[in-house]
């Protein structure tokens, strides 16, 4: 990896569908690339991050821990740290919230 990636381990919650998160789970074993929004809700400077994911399927509304490898957060003028939230979209939409709970690299 380069000096501009950075690998946390991270919690991350879906929201519910019906608190307009996901209808479908996330498909477990694989490597999930939300919109990573570090800013507000009007913001469209993305972070680009791959989650991996467990090897079961994620219904919506649950919470689980993953590591995630960020590729651009020193683009955008952010530093990794534990504690930092951010906003998971799918294009515009909310679909959840992570935070970094450790930095692996």
Not at 22 to 37: C, E, F, I, K, V
Not at 58 to 87: C, H, K, M, Q, Y
Request: hydrophobic content about 40%; cysteine-free.
């Amino acid at each position: 990896m380069d000096d501009a990636t950075v690998r946390v381990h991270a919690r991350i919650h879906l929201l519910t569908t019906e608190d307009g998160g996901r209808s479908t789970p996330l498909a477990g074993g694989s490597s999930y690339r939300p919109n990573h929004n570090f800013f507000d809700a009007d913001n469209r400077e993305m972070a680009i991050g791959f989650v991996e994911l467990p090897d079961h399927p994620i219904p919506p509304g649950e919470t689980f821990d993953a590591e995630i490898i960020f590729l651009n957060l020193s683009d955008l003028g952010l530093e990794a740290s534990p504690g930092l939230v951010w906003r998971i979209q799918e294009g515009p939409k909310l679909v959840g919230s992570g935070e970094m709970l450790a930095i692996l690299s």
